[in-house]
């Protein structure tokens, strides 16, 4: 069974970067496309974007401009960079693997709460 | 790209059926059966407990189904059970290489 392991800062300045890890637990990275999503307080989820060892990158139109979406394989991590944050972008946020006919999210990381405060 | 529609909110006591709408357009959910559905317990992970509008994940009770007409696509969860109590969020594939999530539903067992 798959495991995600995120990891990063719980607290970002405004206009700074929100940087944060995911780690796969098996070898499957080079296999799957791999998503981050976020959840605002008291708000749904909303898809940011997905990454393939590739190189192929897709982001939420909303986002486009200020997501970034990296990937390594020899650390078994894909990596979330959101520029210029404001409070709008305080949120959980969460890693998930996106199965193989990329038909949903079948394992998800544990979710890393992040505010963005000065 | 629009949240899909999901009613707040829906109720019942232990033992009945609860159906989850998620009402979508012709460029999600009305043309792709890349629907699933996830469960958000407070502080843990999400769960998958339904993709591809129908199939069940190896571990998920057959008490949970899936269904899709149209724009719409619904969860019912049968025999509801204390443990059911959670938020639920359908998502879909769409037209533009991206995902949409719900607004999600707050299901209580009364």
């Known amino acids: 069974q798959v495991q995600l392991q995120q990891s990063g800062p719980g607290l970002v300045k405004p206009s700074e970067t929100l940087s944060l890890t995911c780690t796969v637990s098996?070898?499957?990275?080079?296999?799957?496309?791999w998503s981050w999503i976020r959840q605002p307080a008291g708000k749904g989820l909303e898809w940011i974007g997905r990454?393939?060892?590739?190189?192929?990158?897709k982001y939420s139109p909303s986002l486009k401009s200020r997501v970034a979406i990296s990937l390594d394989t020899s650390k078994n991590q894909f990596s979330l960079k959101i520029h210029s944050v404001t409070a709008a972008d305080t949120a959980i946020y969460y890693c998930?693997?996106?199965?193989?006919?990329?038909?949903?999210?079948?394992?998800w990381g544990q979710g890393t709460p992040v505010t963005v405060s000065s | 790209q629009s949240a899909l529609t999901q009613p707040p909110s829906v109720s019942g006591s232990p033992g009945q059926s609860v159906t989850i709408s998620c009402t979508g357009a012709s460029s999600d959910v009305g043309t792709y059966n890349r629907v699933s559905w996830y469960r958000l317990p407070p502080g843990t992970a999400p769960k998958l407990m339904i993709y591809e509008v129908t199939i069940r994940p190896a571990g998920v009770p057959d008490r949970f189904s899936g269904s899709k007409s149209g724009n719409t696509a619904s969860l019912t969860i049968s025999g509801l059970q204390a443990e059911d109590e959670a938020d639920y969020y359908c998502s879909s594939y769409t037209s533009t290489n991206t995902y949409v999530f719900g607004t999600g539903t707050k299901v209580t067992v009364l």
């Open positions: 098996d070898g499957s990275i080079s296999l799957h496309y």
């Open positions: 998930a693997r996106t199965n193989t006919w990329g038909s949903c999210f079948d394992h």
């Open positions: 990454m393939y060892v590739s190189g192929n990158t």
